[in-house]
């Protein structure tokens, strides 16, 4: 058990869910989102609400509606969390978030339907203890640095606009989501008109391992890291290109938990990682992938998958870490939506800080008159 996840056994009296409910949100996105595996205009999200002596959290599952940055999409994550893991729950008496993971064990993989479920559980076990989250967790900081994920765009003067206004609203780093096609000589044109930007790029795991004289050729432009370029699952072949690179490679998509870590930091696949709480199965593994790689002097940060105000909330308290060395993909609620489901959207101020809630729990509430209008599926799940 990791120092943090200590902090959480400690938490409060037992917890039995009592009540729980499903239910699928559609936004539309301020501006479509590109990347190297497909376009997303309107975020859709499944959102779990559970309900325990009268204290209520809601969780948000990172899956996308298609199964192309993770094999987890968004009609089987319902079905596992409705058919498995919430039925898995029914009258068991949780004594901390971290017993969520032995209940569920006999359900392998699914990380992203797990977590949804899992951080539910982390914000009830803080809000009953009167605790912000960011606390619960060994969080230290009160305010945390954004960057912003910058889309594949029309033409590279576009793009040039898009990062021109985001360093005039404040943001701390640009990434740019690169592929084949979208890379070198659009760098080339961004370099040029911001010659000394903090600057890094992320491709999704657009490229393979006979790519490797093309992806050389991004040492050039003084990258804070290059995030995910090969396959999802290739750690070996990660090490293999991270050692002709001398830009640090940070892996997103490869990283699955903590053993990925273990293994990557063995191998030599990269020297930085990207924690999504979804895709590494929730806030004890991120924790734990925490940990393990500040023991492994391997700076992290925490990625985003367009989360509304529910899922970004987990974010930013994973934001406050000790090992969180990048600003993140963290931006504020009016990146994505004209508005957000929550009653108190994230804000970033003009040098790119966002304070961190100090209520209990995340800290959020849910607004419960913008989420009617944004619900298009719901279902309860008898607990009883
Ligand atoms: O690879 O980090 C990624 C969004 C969806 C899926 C994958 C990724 C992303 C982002 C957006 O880069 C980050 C954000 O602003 O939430
Ligand atoms: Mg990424």
């Known amino acids: 058990m990791t120092d943090a996840a200590d902090t959480g056994r400690k938490l409060s009296d037992s917890v039995v869910i009592d009540r729980a409910g499903l239910m699928i949100v559609r936004l539309p996105l301020v501006s479509p989102f590109e990347t190297s595996f497909g376009m997303t205009r309107v975020k ?7 309900e325990s ?26 079905d596992v969390m409705h058919s498995y ?6 009258g068991v008496e949780l004594h901390a978030p971290a017993d969520f993971i032995s209940v569920t064990k006999r359900v392998r993989g699914h990380n992203m339907a797990k977590a949804c479920i899992e951080m539910a559980i982390w914000d009830l076990f803080a809000r009953r203890a009167g605790r912000p989250l960011s606390k619960v967790i060994g969080g230290r900081r009160t305010r945390i640095e954004c960057g912003i994920s910058i889309g594949i765009q029309k033409t590279p003067d576009a793009l040039l606009g898009v990062i021109s206004n985001s360093l005039d609203a404040g943001y701390r780093r640009i990434k740019i989501k690169i592929r084949p096609g979208w890379d070198t000589g659009v760098l080339g044109k961004v370099r040029k008109s911001f010659p000394d930007i903090p600057l ?9 391992t006979s790519d490797f004289t093309k992806l050389r050729k991004l040492d050039r432009f003084g990258l804070q890291m290059i995030e995910q370029p090969l396959d999802y699952d290739d750690l070996y ?10 830009t640090p490679i940070c892996l997103d998509e490869s990283i699955k938990g903590p053993e990925s870590v273990r293994l990557m930091s063995k191998l030599g696949s990269g020297r930085i990682v990207n924690i999504k709480a979804g895709r590494v199965g929730g806030l004890s593994a991120s924790l734990e992938v925490h940990d393990i790689a500040m023991k492994s002097k391997i700076p992290v940060w925490i990625g985003g998958m367009l989360e509304t105000g529910i899922g970004r909330a987990f974010n930013v308290a994973l934001n406050t870490l000790p090992n969180v060395r990048f600003p993140g993909d963290t931006s504020p609620s009016s990146r994505y939506f004209t508005r957000d489901i929550i009653t108190h959207p994230f804000e970033m101020n003009g040098s790119g800080l966002m304070e961190v809630p100090k209520g209990h729990g995340t800290g959020v509430e849910v607004d419960a008159r913008e989420l009617e209008k944004r619900v298009v599926k719901r279902k309860s799940i008898d607990m009883a």
Do not use: F, M
Not at 44 to 50: D, F, S
Not at 201 to 207: C, E, K, T
Not at 238 to 246: E, G, N
């Open 44 to 50: 859709e999200a499944i959102l779990a609400r559970i």
């Open 53 to 78: 002596d009268g204290v209520e959290s809601y969780g948000e599952c990172v899956a996308e509606p298609s199964p192309y940055y993770s094999y987890e999409y968004n009609r089987q994550a319902w």
């Open 85 to 90: 893991l919430l039925p898995s729950l029914k």
């Open 200 to 208: 890094q790029v992320d491709a999704n795991a657009a490229y393979t």
């Open 237 to 246: 072949g990660h090490s293999l290109l991270q050692r002709k690179l001398s």
